[in-house]
């Protein structure tokens, strides 16, 4: 059940775009998306186990493609996996697609860069790709890098970790006593406000052809923000140049 979808311009990598009419990149609430199931794995695990949970998160999509309007990428740590994974899913008929590992891949600046990079180069124009677990301040290098979507679900997530996002920073309320009482649902709703900002934040930097300006502003907010950017431009510049405008 493909999503129409058509890109309208980039901002350097970052696509500014429309899915059924909404304007991307943007927030994926719970009820926005129909996802297959996939057969899920850790994220650093032997090849020969990632394999088998491709092929069977193959099977599943091609099982139910026409109750589903999503799928997830598997393929753990393995960049050939990953594209294998995605190609195959855009032939069976999706053109949406859930990063698998998003949380670890936070954790791993290097392979994140590499795996969303390489997923972007190789997928066809028109699919879309969405990441998870995102943290709000992490939120406009991966728009930049060709991210079109998040899960809305990471302020859950977040919520039932105790931390707090905001624009530019995550609060483990643990140890940063912000609010002397707060409940989950008190702070998952912070958490949705915050993301929502943030999207209206990168939708307009891109508007007006500034998104590097965001990224790199809150590349200083966290040392995994500055890596990452750090390691797109020397190891990307490419990629990033392919689709950045001269002056």
Do not use: W
């Amino acid at each position: 059940m493909i999503k129409k979808f058509e890109i309208k311009s980039h901002d350097g990598p970052g696509r500014i775009g429309k899915c059924d009419g909404e304007k991307t990149p943007k927030l994926f609430y719970k009820n926005d998306l129909k996802i297959c199931p996939s057969e899920g794995s850790a994220y650093n695990i032997d090849k020969e186990i990632a394999q088998f949970n491709v092929r069977e998160t193959l099977r599943t999509a091609k099982e139910n493609v026409d109750k589903y309007d999503a799928a997830v990428i598997q393929g753990s740590k393995y960049i050939d996996l990953r594209i294998e994974c995605m190609k195959e899913l855009e032939e069976i008929g999706y053109n949406i697609f859930i990063i698998a590992n998003g949380d670890e891949l936070l954790t791993n600046p290097r392979e994140l860069v590499d795996i969303v990079v390489s997923l972007r180069k190789n997928a066809h124009p028109s699919s879309m790709l969405i990441f998870t677990f995102a943290e709000s301040s992490f939120m406009p290098i991966l728009t930049y890098m060709g991210i079109d979507g998040f899960l809305a679900d990471a302020s859950n997530y977040y919520s039932h970790l105790n931390v707090l996002q905001t624009p530019t920073k995550a609060y483990d309320l643990n140890t940063y006593k912000i609010y002397d009482e707060i409940t989950q649902e008190e702070l998952e709703k912070k958490n949705i406000e915050c993301l929502e900002f943030v999207i209206r934040e990168i939708q307009t930097h891109m508007d007006n052809g500034s998104l590097r300006n965001l990224v790199e502003e809150r590349s200083g907010t966290a040392p995994q923000n500055i890596s990452t950017l750090k390691i797109l431009d020397k190891n990307h510049m490419d990629f990033i140049l392919e689709y950045s405008q001269l002056f």
